[in-house]
């Protein structure tokens, strides 16, 4: 059974981090193995990240990130089961939220991930990579 979660949270770094540009080869290697597909918006001193695969192992890795002392006030804003994938090409691509923000704030400009809906902002990230990036 196929699953898509998106969560929010923020990120704990003193200097303007790098997290992204540090980890992300590694979570691919992991998402790739555990079929794992989704994308890391970040930036701003915010994570919003969507996972999607069979529903034990999003379940696994979500527990597991809710762990990581590298963020704090995580927040599940949606869940849902799929019938296929809108991620299906990337293993874990990676969005600047500035420039997610600026395509939101355009038509919500009062957007909030901790205050909005899930969904708006899950159809947002959607809508940025099909109109904005190539399949890694
Ligand atoms: C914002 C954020 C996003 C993360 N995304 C992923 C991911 O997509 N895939 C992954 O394997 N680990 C991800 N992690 C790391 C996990 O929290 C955790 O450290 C890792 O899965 C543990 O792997 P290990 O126990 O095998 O070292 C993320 C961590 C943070 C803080």
């Known amino acids: 059974m196929l699953v ?11 200097q303007p981090s790098k997290f992204a540009e540090s980890n992300l080869e590694k979570f691919r290697k992991s998402n ?21 695969g069979e529903r034990s192992a999003v379940n696994k890795l979500y527990v597991d990130i809710c762990k990581d002392q590298r963020h704090i006030d995580i927040e599940l804003l949606h869940f849902e089961e799929v019938t ?46 099909r109109l904005n990036d190539e399949p890694k």
């Open 4 to 14: 898509r979660l998106l969560y929010v949270s923020k990120e704990i770094a003193e």
């Open 32 to 52: 790739q193995a555990n079929e794992i597909t989704g994308v890391l918006c970040s930036g701003e001193g915010v994570f919003l990240q969507v996972l999607e």
């Open 84 to 129: 296929e994938r809108a991620f299906y090409a990337w293993s874990m691509d990676h969005i600047p939220v500035s420039t997610l923000y600026e395509m939101i704030k355009i038509q919500n400009p009062e957007f909030d991930p901790y205050l909005s809906s899930g969904k708006l902002a899950l159809k947002c990230v959607i809508d940025y990579l």
